[in-house]
């Protein structure tokens, strides 16, 4: 039994790292024809298929994966620029006859994808310096004064989103949320969605967090840092700041032993699920379907006829 394939169909697997996505989507996608699009921000870089835990090379030569791996780790990756390219994707799996499933835990990613972006203009390098420059109570004062339906919707310590819907009013005149009225761009209205949410057990997505990170260590993430400390990139390079990266560069600096190495990423990894299982949560519609139960071998193929 395959997935039903209605004009521009679109599967959605979403969910928390480790939470079983890509199992799920290598499992639906041999049943037909279809094509598995990542939509993951860490693992759209080459620079680190095991620890971002990428589809492996057998997995993906047995149906066809896109948008793994297929950036330099120096290389931004915005969610503008992400659905730009899963557009591309998208169309010409269909142009091909063929089905997507986006599978991936970026919430962002996905929703710039499906709703669109706003369109808010660039605003000012010398602004955008002096707004971040300002404590953060000065910063919030001014929200309050600028926009301040806005300011009531945000917690006074909460300095990103203070700072940027400062920058945004100030710079254009119009409030953060006018803008985010006027999203564009978004194929949630050109596509047929099918999408399905894992929220699996805390304690059972933390054991495998814990589980899996170790099993990295012992597959070859080492090697994958210590191939990027060789590039001496820079501090603030994307890749460089991925779960994990940090912590095995301290082990391989020699400021940490292997066995601290491990629990802090492994600390990191479930403190990441954590907060990607809450946007999640919280975040997505609620009419989308929310599978609260683990995933595994014996129970794999009840999942299927939640995409008919």
């Not at 589809?55 to 791996?69: A, D, K, Y």
């Not at 006018?178 to 699996?200: F, H, Q």
């Not at 990441?272 to 193929?301: G, L, M, V």
């Amino acid at each position: 039994m395959g997935i039903s394939n209605p004009q521009n169909m679109v599967a959605l697997i979403a969910g928390p790292t480790a939470s079983g996505k890509t199992a799920l989507a290598l499992h639906l996608a041999k049943t037909g024809n279809f094509v598995v699009i990542n939509a993951d921000s860490a693992q759209v870089y080459s620079d680190l298929p095991i620890l971002s835990a990428q589809p492996t090379v057998e997995e993906q030569s047995s149906v066809p994966h896109h948008l793994f791996g297929y950036l330099d780790g120096v290389t931004p990756c915005s969610a503008a620029r992400w659905a730009t390219d899963a557009k591309k994707v998208i169309a010409h799996a269909h142009a091909a006859g063929m089905t997507p499933i986006l599978v991936g835990g970026s919430g962002l990613y996905i929703r710039t994808l499906l709703d669109g972006i706003a369109p808010i203009p660039e605003v000012a390098p010398e602004l955008r310096t002096h707004i971040r420059a300002l404590p953060i109570t000065e910063a919030y004062a001014a929200l309050q004064h600028h926009d301040p339906q806005v300011a009531a919707t945000l917690a006074p310590t909460d300095i990103s989103r203070i700072t940027r819907a400062l920058e945004v009013v100030q710079s254009t005149g119009r409030s953060i949320s006018e803008w985010r009225k006027a999203k564009t761009g978004g194929i949630s209205d050109a596509i047929t969605l099918r999408p399905l949410l894992l929220l699996p057990p805390r304690d059972w997505l933390y054991k495998r967090c814990d589980v899996r990170f170790e099993m990295m260590m012992a597959r070859g993430a080492v090697a994958e840092v210590e191939a990027l400390l060789m590039r001496d990139l820079p501090q603030d390079a994307p890749v460089m700041r991925a779960i994990g990266v940090p912590e095995i560069s301290a082990y391989l600096k020699g400021t940490l032993p292997r066995n601290e190495a491990i629990t802090l990423g492994q600390i990191a990894t479930r403190q990441y699920a954590k907060r990607q299982f809450t946007w999640f949560r919280n975040q997505a519609p609620p009419a989308w379907p929310r599978i609260e139960s683990e995933i595994n071998d014996s129970n794999i193929d009840d999942f299927e006829i939640l995409f008919q």
